[in-house]
């Protein structure tokens, strides 16, 4: 990895265990940002994103449910786990910084 990519990695695994994702498959899930960030790959999953609440899979919802297509109404803003880590093109997105 190069400089760059290591301070990025590291603000990733900061974020992502500060919602509740586990070091092990924070770090997993770091590498493959890592990778897809090479590839130009312009999909991004919702522990980049602003809108997600909560903490831990169970606990995330998402606070642009209208715009992301997610919910008709906002009691129904919960995300799956699975939903959270898959990469993703959302209209709802928006990066954390
Ligand atoms: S706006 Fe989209 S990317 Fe962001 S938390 Fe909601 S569903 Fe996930």
Partial sequence: MTGSEIDTFTA???R???KGVNHTNAEQLADKLVARD???????????CLHLAGFGA?????????QA???IHA??????GDLVITL????????IN
């Fill in 69 to 71: 297509g997610i919910a």
């Fill in 88 to 95: 993703q093109r959302c209209d709802g997105f928006k990066a």
């Fill in 75 to 80: 009691r129904d803003s919960a995300l799956p």
């Fill in 58 to 66: 169970g606990s995330w919802r998402c606070k642009n449910w209208e």
């Fill in 12 to 14: 990733w695994l900061i």
């Fill in 38 to 48: 090479r590839q130009e790959d312009d999909r991004r999953h919702c522990l980049e």
């Fill in 16 to 18: 992502f265990t500060g």
